[in-house]
């Protein structure tokens, strides 16, 4: 069945670099693009960006200058990199599936901090 | 960025009870191509989102038919016909006609 599963540091220092990987499996990543969504504690959902099928990258312009995504078809995984982090990007991350957003990973929880 | 104002943001409802949630648009999200990229979400607690309905009114993979979605142009509406226990939590509306991808604020559902 379809499963994406994100992994990654829980704690990350101020300034430091967030890297996330979204593994996923029950589908190719070459037939269906991949979301990042960021939300904060008890706040809505946020969109970051999306790797599509064809491996171009799509980014919100809120995160453009420090947002990067990347993948590797052949372990089937999406990768997040944001450098600079802040308090602010304390949060869970999810990747979702799709133009739909038809299956979401657990989400990975990131807290920045010194 | 579209804008999506969700109201209420706060809905009560007693199990069995019938009730609908608003997602008002700050542009028309009629896409150029005739569809209409408006989704629904519930995302129940300690877990992550789950999609309800795609493209406006189509009930997605498993999704139990008391959920409908309704609606064009920048006002949209999800019902729920006969609240049951495992529908609460909160319910998020997501444009992706225009880019970035935005969501609404939310709707929590809670029992009263």
């Known amino acids: 069945q379809v499963q994406l599963k994100e992994s990654g540091p829980g704690l990350v220092q101020p300034s430091q670099t967030l890297s996330l990987t979204c593994t996923v499996s029950?589908?190719?990543?070459?037939?269906?693009?991949v979301h990042w969504v960021r939300q904060h504690s008890g706040k809505s959902l946020e969109w970051m960006g999306r790797m599509w099928s064809d491996g171009d990258t799509s980014y919100n312009s809120a995160f453009t200058s420090r947002l990067s995504i990347s993948r590797d078809t052949s372990k089937s995984q999406v990768f997040l990199k944001m450098n600079s982090l802040q308090t602010e990007d304390t949060g869970t991350y999810y990747c979702?599936?799709?133009?739909?957003?038809?299956?979401w990973g657990q989400g990975a929880s990131v807290t920045v901090s010194s | 960025d579209v804008v999506l104002t969700q109201t209420p943001s706060i809905l009560s409802a007693t199990i069995g009870q019938s009730v609908s949630i608003s997602c008002r648009s700050s542009?028309?999200?009629?896409?150029?191509?005739?569809?209409?990229?408006l989704y629904w979400f519930l995302q129940r607690p300690g877990q992550s989102p789950q999609r309800l309905i795609y493209?406006?009114?189509n009930l997605g993979s498993g999704v139990p038919n008391r959920f409908s979605g309704s609606g064009s142009g920048t006002d949209f509406t999800l019902k729920i016909s006969g609240v049951e226990a495992e529908d609460l939590g909160v319910y998020y509306c997501m444009q992706a006609t225009h880019a970035p991808n935005t969501f609404g604020a939310g709707t929590k559902l809670e029992l009263k």
């Open positions: 029950g589908f190719s990543l070459t037939s269906y693009s």
């Open positions: 979702a599936r799709g133009s739909g957003m038809d299956a």
């Open positions: 493209l406006v009114s």
């Open positions: 542009q028309s999200l009629l896409d150029s191509d005739g569809n209409t990229y």
